[in-house]
DNA sequence: TCAGTGACCTGAA
DNA sequence: ATTCAGGCCACTG
């Protein structure tokens, strides 16, 4: 493990932990929020890491998605793990695994204007 | 050390 | 409007 990208990890689980119920996010809003405009896919990186690494402490990755709103992270969850989770949560779909975002859609900066 | 991969996003044809 | 390709940073083999 290499020190440095460690804080970035971090900020992203900080960041997804803040995240309301019945709310989800997307990747790149996350990797903009911490300032790292392109590094969309380290947010990922981050919480696939989460899951391995299991810190401790309960963060909701299953409320975030990418920027379409799909469960892109299902497979790694559990297949139906994620979407019953925001189910339970309140969340509606689009479709199966999609969800909709107008909706459902909460922005890290709202944590800044709060 | 070099090369390939990935829970993505944005821009261009 | 839809589809294709490129880029981004970090990690693994």
Redesign the pocket.
């Known amino acids: ?2 020190a ?3 804080d ?2 971090q900020k992203v689980y900080e960041v997804v932990a803040q995240i309301p119920e019945g709310k989800v996010t ?4 996350i ?2 929020y911490l300032g ?16 391995a690494a299991d810190l401790g402490y309960h ?1 909701p ?2 409320r ?5 709103g ?8 559990g297949d139906d793990t ?1 979407r019953e989770r925001l189910e339970q949560e309140g969340v509606s779909f689009t479709e199966p695994y999609t969800v909709d975002m107008s909706r459902h859609f909460w922005d890290p900066a709202t944590l800044t204007e709060v």
Not at 26 to 29: H, V
Not at 37 to 50: E, Q
């Open positions: 493990m290499k440095g990208s460690n970035f990890y997307s990747y790149g809003a990797s903009r790292v405009a392109s590094g969309a896919r380290m947010v990922g990186y981050a919480l696939n890491n989460y899951l963060v990755a299953h975030v998605v990418n920027r379409l799909q469960l892109t992270g299902r497979a790694y969850f994620m």
